[in-house]
């Protein structure tokens, strides 16, 4: 059993967020089945689901001409980023009135450490209660809360009573509310964990917890010490401010010296894939790209160029990434890495969603806003798709069937 841990970890957890947020800015549409995704015709995906939508089996990340055949009658609105970013703030600012630690996950979700804020707020059972009121009154919008002695069981709790949620786990009470559940619902037990599970006999979280560690371990590596250690309600991790972050970048060596041009092309798509991925799920973009590359003789050059808006975008990075490269001398290399520096916080004022979805450049400042619009319609769910099911769930055309480089991945 896990040691006591007293209740400190809020989850919280906005309920359909961006179509609440639209339900409320037009009231009309209360009660219909809505949805924000791209355009079925131009096959779009949807990014939120309503609830009323979610009782037709319309969900995130589904195709918009899938969800129209399940609800015909379904309300698609494109999505309008800037102002969930501006609801976004409004909610973080409520969060940080109750504790300076709050690690936001998304733009609707983060986890919050109260420890410390009881003599002004009261325990933490009293501050999620007030957290949740001061959402609805002041931005009209539903939240789902749960309060637990970790991270993964304070998500856990959050998500057990959705919508309008809201969810203690005591710590005597962890097994109670862990035993029943099925593996699937551990943090880091995907589809293929969970089958292997499954071929041992394996399906609920109970079981998982009466098997020895160390034969988890055994059979599992690392990952299986971890989730043994979440099936107990054991979660180590703590609440973080997000530390400001100055570049993020990723690089390879190579066994043997690459000279060939479009491989050389292929591994910095995925680079930029992996560093774009890495900045949207931090709530971050960059605004100046850094190629950087080593010959045989072991000379490294840099490229860099600064872009006119910042973006957290694989193919605005890799169209930029691409355009240095041609100035690198066509010699063998050893080494080939991109970074991406001058970050900043996707909630700060920017001009038009940066959402680029071409290799090229626009040619005006209208056609990349339009093409940042097409790409902010599946970025989001595309994004759901891979932090459910990996990494190669989405996979650019270009890299079918090539093994994803494994590059040393840093941040600096």
């Known amino acids: 059993m896990p040691p006591k841990t ?34 079925a015709a131009s096959r779009g995906v949807i990014a939120a689901a309503s609830y009323e939508a979610r009782r037709f089996g319309v969900h995130s990340a589904m195709p918009t001409a899938t969800a129209r055949r399940l609800c015909p009658d379904l309300v698609v609105l494109p999505p309008d980023f800037d102002k969930y970013t501006s609801v976004s703030k409004e909610i973080m600012a409520i969060f940080r009135r ?14 919050l450490d109260v420890a410390g804020s009881e003599r002004l707020f009261g325990d933490a059972i009293e501050i999620g209660r007030r957290i949740k009121d001061d959402i609805l009154r002041e931005t009209g919008l539903v939240a789902s809360v749960g309060v637990a002695p970790t991270k993964f069981l304070a998500k856990l709790a959050s998500d057990i009573d959705k919508p309008d949620g809201f969810r203690v786990i005591e ?47 055994k059979r599992f590596g690392a990952s299986g010490i971890w989730i043994h250690d979440l099936a107990h309600g054991i979660d180590a991790r703590r609440v973080t401010a997000r530390r400001e ?73 890799y169209s930029t990434a691409r355009e240095l490269l041609e100035k690198v001398p066509a010699r063998p290399l050893r080494l080939l890495g991109i970074q991406i520096s001058r970050l900043e916080d996707v909630r700060q004022a920017n001009q ?28 989001p769910s595309l994004d759901k798709l891979r932090k459910k099911f990996g990494r190669g769930t989405v996979v650019p055309a270009s890299l079918l069937n090539k093994k994803p480089p494994k590059g040393r991945d840093g941040s600096g």
């Open 6 to 39: 007293p209740l400190s970890i809020l989850h919280v957890d906005m309920d359909a967020f961006y179509a609440s947020v639209e339900l409320r800015d037009n009231p009309s549409l209360a009660g219909l089945p809505v949805c924000v995704g791209g355009p």
């Open 352 to 379: 038009g969603t940066l959402f680029n979805g071409s290799m090229a450049e626009p040619s005006t400042r209208q056609d990349y806003l339009k093409q940042n619009e097409k790409l902010a319609q599946v970025t």
């Open 171 to 217: 710590p005597d009470e962890v097994r109670t509310v862990l035993d029943p559940l099925p593996v699937s619902k551990i943090y880091g037990v995907g589809p293929r964990t969970a089958k292997r599970l499954e071929m041992l006999g394996i399906r609920t979280v109970a079981e998982l917890a009466s098997l020895p560690r160390r034969d988890v371990a």
């Open 98 to 111: 109750y504790t300076p630690i709050v690690e936001p996950l998304s733009l609707d979700e983060a986890f």
């Open 245 to 317: 972050e100055k570049s993020h970048g990723m690089e390879r060596t190579f066994a043997e010296d690459i000279v060939d041009r479009e491989e050389l092309r292929n591994y910095l798509f995925t680079f930029c894939e992996e560093v774009a991925f890495y900045l949207r799920d931090k709530g971050l973009r960059g605004k100046t790209l850094t190629l950087k590359a080593r010959f045989s003789d072991f000379k490294t050059i840099t490229r860099t160029k600064t872009l006119e808006f910042p973006t957290n975008l694989g193919p605005r990075l």
